[in-house]
Nanobody, 120 residues
Framework: QVQLVESGGGLVQPGGSLRLSCAAS????????MGWYRQAPGNQRELVAT???????NYVDSVKGRFTVSRDNARNTVYLQMNSLKPEDTAVYYC??????????????WGQGTQVTVSS
Protein backbone atom coordinates (compact mmCIF):
# COMPACT_ATOMS: atom_id res chain seq x y z
CA GLN A 1 0.00 0.00 0.00
CA VAL A 2 1.33 3.41 -1.02
CA GLN A 3 0.06 6.78 0.20
CA LEU A 4 0.80 10.32 -0.93
CA VAL A 5 -0.05 12.92 1.68
CA GLU A 6 -0.09 16.59 0.72
CA SER A 7 0.10 19.67 2.90
CA GLY A 8 0.58 23.41 2.61
CA GLY A 9 -2.48 24.69 0.77
CA GLY A 10 -4.56 27.61 1.92
CA LEU A 11 -5.77 31.12 1.23
CA VAL A 12 -3.26 33.73 0.10
CA GLN A 13 -3.47 37.22 -1.37
CA PRO A 14 -2.39 37.93 -4.94
CA GLY A 15 1.38 38.30 -5.07
CA GLY A 16 1.83 36.04 -2.07
CA SER A 17 3.59 32.69 -1.70
CA LEU A 18 2.77 29.17 -0.61
CA ARG A 19 4.80 25.98 -0.36
CA LEU A 20 3.16 22.62 -0.98
CA SER A 21 4.66 19.36 0.24
CA CYS A 22 3.82 15.78 -0.66
CA ALA A 23 5.28 12.80 1.17
CA ALA A 24 5.08 9.24 -0.15
CA SER A 25 4.96 6.36 2.30
CA UNK A 26 4.25 2.64 2.37
CA UNK A 27 5.73 -0.30 0.50
CA UNK A 28 8.01 1.67 -1.79
CA UNK A 29 10.85 0.07 -3.72
CA UNK A 30 11.68 3.09 -5.88
CA UNK A 31 10.19 6.43 -6.95
CA UNK A 32 10.60 7.80 -10.45
CA UNK A 33 9.17 11.08 -11.64
CA MET A 34 7.11 13.16 -9.23
CA GLY A 35 4.99 16.18 -9.94
CA TRP A 36 2.07 18.46 -9.36
CA TYR A 37 -1.20 18.86 -11.21
CA ARG A 38 -4.09 21.22 -10.58
CA GLN A 39 -7.78 21.36 -11.33
CA ALA A 40 -9.89 24.49 -11.17
CA PRO A 41 -13.72 24.32 -11.10
CA GLY A 42 -15.07 23.52 -14.54
CA ASN A 43 -11.62 22.77 -15.94
CA GLN A 44 -9.70 19.61 -16.69
CA ARG A 45 -6.79 18.60 -14.51
CA GLU A 46 -3.60 20.10 -15.90
CA LEU A 47 0.08 19.46 -15.40
CA VAL A 48 1.84 22.16 -13.37
CA ALA A 49 5.36 20.82 -12.88
CA THR A 50 7.30 17.58 -12.86
CA UNK A 51 10.72 16.53 -11.61
CA UNK A 52 12.68 13.41 -12.46
CA UNK A 53 14.56 11.38 -9.89
CA UNK A 54 17.72 13.05 -11.14
CA UNK A 55 16.27 16.53 -10.77
CA UNK A 56 15.27 17.47 -14.31
CA UNK A 57 12.23 19.74 -14.22
CA ASN A 58 9.38 20.68 -16.51
CA TYR A 59 6.77 23.43 -16.06
CA VAL A 60 3.59 24.57 -17.74
CA ASP A 61 4.22 27.95 -19.39
CA SER A 62 1.82 29.83 -17.11
CA VAL A 63 3.92 29.13 -13.99
CA LYS A 64 7.45 29.41 -15.37
CA GLY A 65 9.51 31.87 -13.37
CA ARG A 66 7.03 31.82 -10.46
CA PHE A 67 6.85 28.18 -9.31
CA THR A 68 9.73 25.86 -8.40
CA VAL A 69 9.43 22.09 -8.01
CA SER A 70 12.01 20.20 -5.95
CA ARG A 71 12.35 16.85 -4.24
CA ASP A 72 14.11 15.13 -1.37
CA ASN A 73 14.73 11.54 -2.42
CA ALA A 74 15.82 10.50 1.07
CA ARG A 75 12.44 11.60 2.42
CA ASN A 76 10.34 10.50 -0.60
CA THR A 77 8.98 14.05 -0.71
CA VAL A 78 8.24 16.52 -3.48
CA TYR A 79 7.71 20.24 -2.98
CA LEU A 80 6.15 23.06 -4.96
CA GLN A 81 7.23 26.57 -4.05
CA MET A 82 4.69 29.01 -5.49
CA ASN A 83 5.58 32.71 -5.62
CA SER A 84 3.83 35.73 -7.15
CA LEU A 85 0.55 33.89 -6.96
CA LYS A 86 -2.33 35.05 -9.15
CA PRO A 87 -6.09 34.51 -8.82
CA GLU A 88 -5.92 32.19 -11.84
CA ASP A 89 -3.69 29.85 -9.82
CA THR A 90 -6.69 29.03 -7.65
CA ALA A 91 -7.33 25.29 -7.88
CA VAL A 92 -7.06 21.98 -6.09
CA TYR A 93 -3.45 20.86 -6.37
CA TYR A 94 -2.67 17.15 -6.63
CA CYS A 95 0.67 15.47 -6.20
CA UNK A 96 1.57 12.56 -8.47
CA UNK A 97 4.37 10.02 -8.32
CA UNK A 98 5.52 7.09 -10.42
CA UNK A 99 6.28 4.39 -7.87
CA UNK A 100 7.50 0.82 -7.97
CA UNK A 101 6.53 -1.40 -5.07
CA UNK A 102 8.33 -4.49 -6.30
CA UNK A 103 11.18 -3.36 -8.55
CA UNK A 104 9.38 -4.44 -11.71
CA UNK A 105 5.82 -3.07 -11.67
CA UNK A 106 5.43 0.72 -11.81
CA UNK A 107 2.20 2.54 -11.04
CA UNK A 108 0.92 6.10 -10.89
CA UNK A 109 -0.17 7.28 -7.46
CA TRP A 110 -2.07 10.44 -6.49
CA GLY A 111 -2.47 12.51 -3.39
CA GLN A 112 -5.86 13.54 -2.04
CA GLY A 113 -5.52 17.13 -3.23
CA THR A 114 -5.01 20.40 -1.38
CA GLN A 115 -6.94 23.61 -2.04
CA VAL A 116 -5.05 26.73 -3.03
CA THR A 117 -7.10 29.93 -3.16
CA VAL A 118 -5.61 33.22 -4.31
CA SER A 119 -7.90 36.10 -3.46
CA SER A 120 -7.88 39.52 -1.85
Amino acid sequence: QVQLVESGGGLVQPGGSLRLSCAASGSIFSIGAMGWYRQAPGNQRELVATISRGGSTNYVDSVKGRFTVSRDNARNTVYLQMNSLKPEDTAVYYCNARISTTGSFWGDYWGQGTQVTVSS
